[in-house]
C-alpha cells in the first residue's frame, strides 16, 4: 500500500476502561464539564508505513508532550484527498479559461454558444467544487485518544485537501446511542456537546483499530459485525 497522508509513529499507550452508555457519559459531563475543543492545523510530517503502531506525539499548549493512540481510520480517505485536489484544479482551470473567452467574445472571434458553453463548464466546476469540499471536509480520517484517555484527537480534510486536526475532551464527544444512528446507518455521526459542527465516520468502510478505546470514547453499541477490527 501507498504511503498514507495521515499517520505519524510514536510510542505505546495504555488503555483506558470502556465508556458505558448514556447514563455514564451524562455522569461523566457532569463531573468533568465540557472543555472547549481546539481545532488547528498542524505541521506538516513524514509519512510513513507506521499504521500499526498507531501512536503519535503532539506538542500541547501548556509544553507538555502527548501521546495519542490511533483508534479508527479510514483508509478512503486518501482518495477523498486526491478527489478534493483535483477538483480544485479543475474549477481553477475552468476560471482562468473564462476571462479570454469572454475577450475574445468581445472582439468577434469566438461565438456566443462558445461563451455559453465555457460559462456553463465554470459554473458547474464551481458547484461542484462547493459541493465535494462540503462532503469531504466532513468525513473523518483519523480518530486518536490520548495516553491519559482524557482528550480526542479527530483528523479531517481542509477545503484546500489538507489535513486538519481536531482536539476535545473525550467528555464533550456525544456517544454514538446519545445521537441516534442506526448501526446499519452509512456513515454515523461525530458530535461534541459543546461545538453545533457534525463530522462523519463509516463503520461499515472505516477500521476500528482499538475495540477497547472505541467504545470507550463511543459507547456499548453493537457495531462490530459490520466493522473491520485491527487487532
Known amino acids: 500500500m501507498a504511503p498514507a497522508p495521515w499517520l505519524g509513529a510514536g510510542g505505546a499507550a495504555p488503555s483506558g476502561g470502556p465508556r458505558a452508555g448514556r447514563g455514564a457519559a451524562a455522569l461523566r459531563r457532569r463531573g468533568h464539564g465540557g472543555g472547549e475543543c481546539r481545532g488547528y492545523r498542524e505541521p506538516s510530517v513524514c509519512l510513513s508505513h507506521s499504521?500499526?503502531?498507531?501512536?503519535?506525539?503532539?506538542?500541547a499548549v501548556d509544553g507538555r508532550t502527548e501521546e495519542f493512540k490511533l483508534v479508527y481510520r479510514f483508509p478512503g480517505i486518501k482518495?477523498?484527498?486526491?478527489?478534493?485536489?483535483?477538483?480544485?484544479?479543475?474549477?481553477?482551470?475552468?476560471?482562468?479559461?473564462?476571462?479570454?473567452?469572454c475577450y475574445l467574445y468581445l472582439q468577434g472571434q469566438v461565438s456566443q454558444n462558445i461563451l455559453f458553453y465555457t460559462t456553463g463548464i465554470a459554473v458547474f466546476a464551481g458547484a461542484m467544487l462547493y459541493g465535494m469540499s462540503y462532503f469531504f471536509r466532513r468525513i473523518i480520517g483519523l480518530i486518536y485518544?490520548?495516553?491519559?484517555?482524557?482528550t480526542v484527537r479527530v483528523a479531517h480534510l481542509t477545503f484546500w485537501g489538507r489535513r486538519n486536526d481536531i482536539y476535545c475532551p473525550i467528555e464533550t464527544v456525544v456517544t454514538l446511542d446519545e445521537v441516534g444512528d442506526s448501526k446499519d446507518e452509512l456513515l454515523h455521526q461525530f458530535k461534541r456537546s459543546d461545538s453545533t459542527d457534525t463530522l462523519y465516520f463509516t463503520i461499515k468502510y472505516g477500521q476500528i483499530v482499538?475495540?477497547?478505546?472505541?467504545?470507550?470514547?463511543?459507547?456499548?453499541?453493537?457495531?462490530?459485525?459490520?466493522?473491520?477490527?485491527?487487532?
Open 210 to 231: 482499538d475495540k477497547q478505546k472505541f467504545t470507550q470514547i463511543f459507547g456499548e453499541l453493537v457495531l462490530w459485525s459490520h466493522s473491520m477490527v485491527l487487532v
Open 51 to 59: 499504521a500499526p503502531a498507531a501512536v503519535v506525539q503532539q506538542k
Open 145 to 150: 485518544l490520548s495516553e491519559n484517555g482524557q
Open 79 to 101: 482518495y477523498c484527498r486526491v478527489l478534493s485536489r483535483l477538483k480544485l484544479l479543475q474549477t481553477a482551470t475552468s476560471m482562468i479559461m473564462l476571462p479570454p473567452i
